[in-house]
């Protein structure tokens, strides 16, 4: 069975504080998660174009980017 670390598509660490990874959960689909340290604060399903076989679409990062910085903000805002 493959490794969180084998089965990461795209990870970005935002604002010095929040890690945002994508991992592969199937053909085509993933995870997105947005932490801060251990503790996971959000957890949405995301598609992979082309199923991420090169890497990830650079039209996924960006909805990837814009969706961990709507969430950060509205967190933060708080």
């Known amino acids: 069975m493959p490794t969180e ?5 795209w990870s970005s660490m ?3 504080k ?3 990874k994508v991992i592969w959960t199937a053909p085509y689909r993933g995870e997105l998660t ?9 957890r949405q399903p995301v598609n992979l174009a082309y199923n991420a076989q ?3 679409d650079v039209d996924d990062v960006a909805s990837w980017k814009e969706s961990a910085m709507a ?6 805002q708080s």
Request: aromatic share 10%; net charge negative.
């Open 5 to 9: 670390d084998e089965l990461t598509v």
């Open 18 to 20: 929040y890690t945002v």
């Open 71 to 76: 969430f950060v903000d509205k967190l933060e």
């Open 34 to 42: 947005i932490a801060n340290g251990p503790t996971v604060l959000h």
């Open 54 to 56: 090169f890497g990830p």
């Open 14 to 16: 935002l604002d010095g």
